[in-house]
């Protein structure tokens, strides 16, 4: 601790209606704090004392949710305050406050401040005065971003219901054919029931094949969902789980003749969801094989590389993974990229693909591991699929 300098409160919009003076006689009873990351300040419900006003760092808030989870619901920066309605009513913290990063913060107590401004009632008004606006933003922008949630929330059912119809639709379409089939040939088989058993044979593997054809429609459909979470979260590292999930498909899918090269050499900590991960990258994989390095193009296997490259970054304001899966191959025309997550959607049917893999990406990441998927291609130039999920579930 030490004693504040002079003008440290020049410019903070709580004491902006102060004279100098008035500002100087403040901050003369008060101290500057420099405090590392990961202090913290106060707790939620404690006994509101002191006032902070942030000169230099970051401080995280949070809330206790229903069942006393830790809920970061906002982060102050230099020149914020936080503690403001202790010095009025000496009330219970609303929140937490813990410092993001090493932080310099000026700290007034409550009983200090109310000997400063007791017999001044012109600057308790003042003080008032910006209380009471800061509040009523607060309340406006509380209704504003409630009206905004409920709003997404409405479009986000809206578009999951058209989403179901269209998935739905397409299963119907997928399935008709090979059910058609089937049922065609068990009608062929019986007109034949008195014919010689190898006139048999041709329909009934007919049979079979399509059969298998639809079995495996519907089970590849039941993964769109991929919301179970039946396995448990795991303390990882992101890039062994990379490096397993690149040498499984190798060995899986030995004909696409893929090239997977893990960009990172460094431990990447990740609680997270092993099996939904290995889902979404062995998917991005399999559409690079098919996609990106079509057959008819011919290339060459030491042409056909796919990068994968993990980097840190922010998921709505906490810390993140960015897995980055890259090719260099046709890439995506601007038409398709819009469809790109349509179950069904595909440009490869003749080569019996259903267009259902990113579909499977997209709900997988936005899903169980609580991130978001961003695509960037050019025809012609490749393409990079970014999967950004959180660092701890």
């Known amino acids: 601790m030490t004693a504040s300098p002079p003008g440290v409160l020049d410019g903070i919009p709580l004491f902006d209606r102060f004279t100098p003076d008035e500002r100087q006689s403040v901050v003369e009873r008060g101290l500057v704090l420099d405090v590392p990351a990961g202090t913290v300040l106060m707790q939620q419900d404690d006994e509101g004392d002191a006032l902070y006003v942030i000169l230099e760092g970051l401080v995280r808030v949070l809330r206790r949710d229903a069942i006393g989870v830790p809920v970061e619901i906002g982060l102050r920066r230099a020149g914020d305050c936080f503690g403001e309605m202790a010095l009025i009513d000496g009330g219970p913290r609303s929140a937490t406050v813990v410092t993001q990063t090493a932080c310099r913060l000026f700290k007034l107590e409550r009983a200090v401040f109310l000997d400063v401004v007791s ?3 012109l600057m308790l008004a003042k003080l008032l005065h910006e209380l009471s606006r800061k509040i009523r933003d607060v309340s406006e922008r ?16 809206v578009a999951r219901h058209r989403a179901i119809t269209i998935a739905v639709t397409g299963l119907a379409h997928e399935l008709n054919t090979p059910l058609g089939i089937c049922v065609t040939t068990a009608s062929h088989i019986q007109s034949l029931a008195e ?3 190898e006139e048999l044979r041709e329909p009934a593997a007919l049979l079979a094949e399509n059969l298998e054809r639809a079995v495996n429609l519907v089970q590849t459909f039941t993964t769109i969902a991929a919301l179970h979470h039946a396995e448990p979260l795991e303390d990882l590292d992101l890039v062994e789980v990379l490096e397993h999930t690149a040498a499984l498909f190798a ?27 290995q889902r979404a990258v062995i998917e991005l994989l399999s ?7 079509p057959p008819e193009d011919g290339i060459p296997v030491e042409r056909r590389v796919v990068d994968i490259v993990v980097a840190g970054d922010r998921l709505e304001e906490c810390p993140a993974w960015r897995v980055s899966v890259a090719d260099r191959g046709r890439g995506i025309p601007e038409e398709n990229a819009r469809k790109l997550y349509d179950a069904f959607f595909t440009t490869a049917r003749h080569r019996g693909h259903k267009g259902l893999g990113m579909t499977i990406v997209y709900n997988t990441v936005t899903g169980p591991l609580g991130g978001r998927l961003r695509v960037e291609s050019s025809p012609g130039g490749g393409a990079r699929v970014s999967l950004i999920v959180p660092q701890a579930m």
């Open 119 to 121: 017999p001044s009632p």
């Open 142 to 157: 509380v209704v504003q971003e409630d009206l905004e949630r409920r709003t997404k929330t409405a479009e986000a059912e």
């Open 195 to 197: 014919v010689s058993v």
């Open 251 to 277: 060995m899986d899918h030995p004909e696409s003749r893929l090239t997977v090269r893990i960009q990172d050499d460094c431990a990447r900590p990740w609680l997270g969801y092993r099996a939904h991960m």
């Open 287 to 293: 559409n690079a094989a098919a996609h990106a390095y």
